[in-house]
């Protein structure tokens, strides 16, 4: 399954067409919409097979932190858009600890697994 992308609010329309829907259900990843077809090779871990994404914005006011990350990430790439993800094979509980996370690598659900400054890989040996 294609990952979730985080925008910043100011930017949401540059990669997003909602139809002119409500956006207020955009701010907890709660609708799909369709990403803008000149961004989506810009983003395409967040692109739907059918061009869609599920993606959640983010201001100032709603998460300071996690929009200052998403700044920074746009101010060396020029891409205001980041993954977000729940961390979780589909239809598995949200994974809490580095012990299932590192099972979650083990099935190869993902590549490269972060833990803390540890960058953990299958070829680590585990």
């Known amino acids: 399954m294609p990952f979730a992308p985080s925008v910043m609010d100011e930017h949401f329309d540059e990669y997003f067409d909602t139809g002119n829907q409500n956006l207020q259900p955009f701010y907890f990843m709660a609708m799909t919409c369709n990403v803008i077809p000149d961004k989506r090779y810009l983003i395409p871990a967040v692109v739907h097979v059918d ?14 932190y996690f929009y200052d990350i998403i700044k920074s990430f746009k101010n060396l790439t020029g891409i205001p ?10 239809e598995e509980p949200i994974i809490r600890s580095a012990k299932t996370a590192i ?10 697994l972060w833990i803390g400054n540890s960058r953990i890989t299958l070829q680590d040996g585990l």
């Not at 099972?103 to 490269?112: E, G, H, I, P």
């Open 51 to 64: 061009g869609t994404a599920r993606p959640q914005i983010v201001s100032k006011e709603s998460n300071l």
């Open 81 to 90: 858009v980041l993954v977000n993800t729940s961390f979780n094979i589909h």
């Open 103 to 112: 099972a979650t690598l083990r099935q190869k659900a993902v590549d490269v």
